[in-house]
T-cell receptor
Framework: GAVVSQHPSRVICKSGTSVKIECRSL??????MFWYRQFPKQSLMLMAT?????????EQGVEKDKFLINHASLTLSTLTVTSAHPEDSSFYIC???????????FGPGTRLTVT | QKEVEQDPGPLSVPEGAIVSLNCTYS??????FMWYRQYSRKGPELLMY????GNKEDGRFTAQVDKSSKYISLFIRDSQPSDSATYLC??????????FGTGTRLTVIP
């Protein structure tokens, strides 16, 4: 069964609004979670590494003030897309390592459409 | 040059065929190699994980890593229509960050 969940699975919002996406590890604790973005027919691009109890680490070119990450507990990380624009429309996926760094399990993804 | 190169396909094969999927990479520091399967509009699912060079078999799936050539492969035997998906190779150094290929879209025709 699923070990990482995401909510919502799909969201449509208007330009200028903010959207929060939740990522939960279901039966294990995750001090680290990863957030990826995937555009159609493209691979996953790491956006940021979420660390429980400390600031997230963002990849080069990812605006930390636009993509707010909060890892408030060992089972929950949230990504908030602030002041969303149509170009932010994408498939956002989180992952968490379970038994080791290579045992990385992915959530089902959240499809964001900004109109 | 991308860190990980993967032929995006698409690749169509008849049911029962042997499928070969490949990735090349440029960073010799990569030590951990993975294959993920991703169905449409779903998150990737870990299929195979290999450390360093060698082969690993799991049912109909075999993963091969050749670090000297910086080349990894995934073979699927007796392919089934349910194998139709996008297959992503991924790799990393000792750190957690995964580097993904673009994915190969596979269709197995009944």
């Amino acid at each position: 069964g699923a070990v990482v969940s995401q909510h919502p699975s799909r969201v449509i919002c208007k330009s200028g609004t903010s959207v929060k996406i939740e990522c939960r590890s279901l039966d294990f604790q995750a001090t680290t979670m990863f957030w990826y973005r995937q555009f159609p027919k493209q691979s996953l691009m790491l956006m940021a590494t979420s660390n429980e109890g400390s600031k997230a680490t963002y990849e080069q070119g990812v605006e930390k003030d636009k993509f707010l990450i909060n890892h408030a507990s060992l089972t929950l990380s949230t990504l908030t897309v602030t002041s969303a624009h149509p170009e932010d429309s994408s498939f956002y996926i989180c992952s968490a390592p379970r038994q080791g760094p290579s045992e990385q399990y992915f959530g089902p993804g959240t499809r964001l459409t900004v109109t | 040059q991308k860190e990980v190169e993967q032929d995006p396909g698409p690749l169509s094969v008849p049911e029962g065929a042997i499928v070969s999927l490949n990735c090349t990479y440029s960073n010799s520091a990569f030590q951990y190699f993975m294959w993920y399967r991703q169905y449409s509009r779903k998150g990737p699912e870990l299929l195979m994980y290999t450390y360093s060079s060698g082969n690993k078999e799991d049912g109909r799936f075999t993963a091969q890593v050749d670090k000297s050539s910086k080349y990894i492969s995934l073979f699927i035997r007796d392919s089934q229509p349910s194998d139709s998906a996008t297959y992503l190779c991924a790799m990393r150094t000792g750190a957690n960050n995964l580097f993904f290929g673009t994915g190969t879209r596979l269709t197995v025709i009944p």
